[in-house]
């Protein structure tokens, strides 16, 4: 299983757009690249997902270099309402023929007013 | 649509005493199930996935087991709860084919005292 790294937490201030970098140095062929939002007291929400090169939707984008070791968040003019640990996560398929995943240990991200 | 359940969705017991937890997927037939835990102020731990009924896999050795007695059902349990076993813990479901997408439930907060 890929394990991932990321800051333990971040701050901005509204308005600015947030990077958050996360690496996957033994990434594999196969494995894909999802980033999740968790609120207090609230279960994960799927944000993005991405194999290689860049994946925009409404909420973020996420960059992915050709050699896939890392994998960056970008969202755009963060609110306050945005304030909420970010997860990187990286999976394959298993031998038993479903994915397993490894969250890493996600990102607290606090927007400042 | 796809929308998953957890219930209790707060849990105060005694050390010692049993504990089940269940899950249930609407919406979607043959997902794949997990359970999660969360210490407060950490990550996302992996306990238990399953890809079908009565197949279930242990990702941490421990005193919880899970069961999967329906196809959009699982469930989580103890025979003797430790105060270790305090935490926030999550179902989530993922298509059998793309399981790197989870959907995650409310949560259940358990306090073992």
């Known amino acids: 299983l890929a394990k991932t790294t990321q800051p333990i937490s971040m701050d901005s201030y509204e308005g600015q757009e947030v990077n958050i970098t996360c690496s996957h140095n033994?990434?594999?062929?196969?494995?894909?690249i999802t980033w999740y939002q968790q609120f207090p007291s609230q279960g994960p929400r799927f944000i993005i997902q991405g194999y290689k090169t860049k994946v925009t939707n409404e909420v973020a984008s996420l960059f992915i270099p050709a050699d896939r070791k890392s994998s960056t968040l970008s969202l755009p003019r963060v609110s306050l309402s945005d304030t909420a640990v970010y997860y990187c996560l990286v999976g394959s398929p298993s031998g038993a023929g479903s994915y397993q995943l490894t969250f890493g240990k996600g990102t607290k991200l606090s927007v400042i007013p | 649509s796809q929308t998953i359940h957890q219930w209790p969705a707060t849990l105060v017991q005694p050390v010692g005493s049993p504990l089940s937890l269940e899950c249930t997927v609407e919406?979607?037939?043959?997902?794949?199930l997990y359970w999660y835990r969360q210490a407060a102020g950490r990550g996302l731990q992996l306990l238990f996935y399953?890809?079908?009924?009565?197949?279930i896999s242990s990702e941490v050795p421990q005193n919880l087991s899970a069961s999967r007695p329906q196809d959009r059902q699982f469930i989580l349990s103890s025979k003797k709860l430790l105060l270790s076993d305090s935490g926030f813990y999550l179902c989530?479901?993922?298509?059998?084919?793309?399981?790197?997408?989870?959907?995650f439930g409310p949560g259940t907060r358990l306090l073992v005292l």
């Open positions: 033994n990434i594999a062929t196969n494995d894909y």
């Open positions: 399953s890809i079908g009924i009565d197949q």
């Open positions: 919406g979607t037939s043959n997902p794949n």
């Open positions: 989530a479901w993922s298509f059998t084919s793309r399981g790197e997408t989870q959907y």
